[in-house]
């Protein structure tokens, strides 16, 4: 919370299912789990699937599926590239870096 605080925070998922939409519940977590107020939804999400994410999808929630659970705020970025993530990954980390 204290590095949200300093400059907004995003979310890069690679993979998808469950262990790669848990991480994004710590928002919703925060505020109804915990009872913290004001806590910032994330300020990107982009993620890297090999299948196709839909609702209820094992591969991954669409963006908007997120934003119905208080993950994501309707005018976060989004995007979402299905594609191997061991092919693209590297490339974005790599243009990202300016290597």
Do not use: R
Not at 24 to 38: S, T
């Amino acid at each position: 919370m204290s590095a949200s605080k300093k400059a907004p925070v995003g979310f890069f998922q690679i993979g998808g299912g469950i262990a790669g939409d848990f991480p994004i519940c710590v928002v919703p977590m925060l505020e109804q789990d915990l009872g913290h107020e004001d806590i910032p939804l994330w300020s990107y999400f982009a993620q890297i699937s090999d299948s196709t994410t839909s609702y209820g999808s094992y591969s991954g929630a669409i963006p908007n599926e997120k934003i119905t659970w208080g993950k994501l705020a309707p005018t976060t970025p989004s995007y979402i590239v299905e594609s191997d993530a061991t092919i693209v990954a590297p490339l974005i980390f790599s243009y990202v870096l300016g290597l």
